[in-house]
């Protein structure tokens, strides 16, 4: 492996875990029948007794059930007609106005559902954290976020070989001893903002804005001096930013479309030393044709510019433009469980073709949300995860191989479970393991990852 690989493997660059939550109300009925089946019984009911509100509620419960949640929201407003209804209706029309988007209608449910002196308990609770949350998205300027702070176990962090011999020149050899895979434990601290300014225009414009940072430091890294083949996890700080125009092309005909072009910038300092800079441009496409499923794309294109460091040699080769594709479908498979598959594309043009190459990966997650068997009326949420990523090198690296070009298959699988203390604190465990079966053993490697944050969210 050349020095340049070595170090650019070594950062074992990062990044954030994305974290979702689940609100679901909806009551379980004869889940054995297909739920189509279940919303024609419910309504033919409806039709022999209208004047029956609590069918109407039963068959607001089917309707919420298959996803529709207009149907639902007109539905459970007929039960409203009786006016000793339980104020908790309130609640869950509110809820269902919240997850179509509709924050003002969602605040008005939630706001007379409080003023019931009926509602009490847990069912008070959700509406009170629900109606802050609405009403912090009903204002113009609004401002989001999460404060991660974690610890990290990692079984080879710098992803070296875990091959006895390696390739010199197309000439195999013991691996040296100072260059095997060796463990290390990691602090690190996480700040995700995001801020959305409501243009107030008929296209629901805004301007979307969003910032990271993210720091870690290795148990065994220390100091800031750089040296020609060191071999420890670099101390790493990343900074992102992104800003843009968010708005819906076709607020009428396609009001679940959603565009935004944006220009973005990072930069990672490795080891108190400039590592990597970005700037680029990118675009994000959201469309969601039903209320439990979203589909978006991103495509983006960066210039990346590395430093000239002692320990990184012929830095300026790495120099080039990064282009990428992201699409993704997440669809709520039944009450409080999401499934999502995503595909990338890289494409990174360097200025030698052996650093250049094409990738493509394949994610799959699972995330389900439950009652919480500790705290009553808290919910847990745990994720699983696997995924594949194919990596093609455009040319052979002769200082490696001369006559094999690069080729990686890599794949991961992994666990999270977030356990919510309160509205704002909680704690995430995750464990992920990775593994790479490189057609040239340099580049064959596995790690496992545990760890643990706190995380804050507002």
């Not at 039709?47 to 509100?53: A, C, E, I, R, S």
Request: proline share 3%; charged share 20%.
């Amino acid at each position: 492996m050349s020095h340049l690989s070595k170090r650019f493997l070594r950062l074992g660059l990062g990044g954030f875990m994305g974290l979702a939550a689940c609100v679901g109300a909806s009551a379980q009925t004869g889940a054995a029948e297909p739920l189509d089946r279940q919303s024609d019984e419910a309504f033919r009911q409806v039709l022999q007794k209208p004047q029956d509100l609590g069918l109407w509620s039963a068959y607001a419960q089917t309707l919420v059930k298959e996803g529709n949640y207009e149907g639902g929201i007109a539905a459970l407003e007929r039960s409203l007609l009786n006016p000793d209804a339980d104020p908790y209706v309130r609640v869950e029309i509110g809820l269902l106005y919240f997850r179509l988007g509709s924050y003002a209608a969602a605040e008005s449910m939630l706001r007379a559902a409080l003023q019931d002196k009926r509602l009490q308990g847990d069912q008070r609770k959700l509406a009170l954290a629900l109606a802050a949350e609405v009403s912090k998205r009903n204002q113009r300027s609004q401002l989001s976020g999460s404060v991660v702070f974690g610890l990290r176990h990692q079984s080879n962090p710098t992803y070296r070989t875990d091959s006895a011999q390696v390739l010199s020149a197309g000439v195999l050899g013991l691996l040296a001893n100072d260059q095997k895979p060796d463990a290390d434990t990691d602090v690190n601290l996480g700040l995700r903002l995001q801020h959305l300014y409501d243009l107030d225009l008929q296209n629901s414009a805004s301007i979307v804005s969003s910032l990271g940072a993210y720091l870690v430091n290795y148990r065994s890294s220390s100091g800031s001096q750089l040296r020609l083949g060191a071999n420890k996890p670099y101390d790493l700080q990343v900074l992102d930013v992104s800003t843009g125009l968010q708005f819906k092309p076709l607020p009428v005909s396609l009001s679940g479309l959603t565009l935004r072009p944006h220009i973005l910038l990072s930069n990672v300092v490795a080891q108190n030393h400039q590592y990597l800079s970005n700037q680029g441009v990118g675009l994000d496409l959201a469309w969601r044709p039903n209320e439990r499923t979203l589909i978006d794309f991103t495509i983006d294109h960066q210039r990346r510019n590395f430093a000239n460091r002692i320990d990184v040699t012929n830095a300026d080769l790495l120099d080039g433009h990064l282009y990428g594709f992201r699409s993704r479908i997440s669809h709520e498979v039944g009450t409080g469980q999401v499934l999502t598959g995503e595909y990338a594309l890289k494409r990174n043009k360097t200025q030698r073709a052996f650093y250049s190459y094409d990738s493509h990966e394949l994610r799959a997650t699972y995330a389900m949300s439950y009652a919480s068997p500790l705290a009553r009326g808290g919910y847990w949420t745990t994720s699983f995860w696997l995924g594949a990523l194919s990596r093609s090198y455009e040319a052979t690296d002769a200082s490696v191989s001369p006559t094999e070009t690069r080729q990686d298959r890599e794949w991961r699988a992994g666990i999270s479970h977030l356990v919510p203390l309160s509205p704002t604190w909680s704690l995430l465990f995750s464990a992920e393991h990775a593994r790479n079966q490189a057609n040239l053993p340099n580049f064959r490697y596995k790690n496992t990852t545990l760890s643990g944050a706190v995380v804050l969210g507002f």
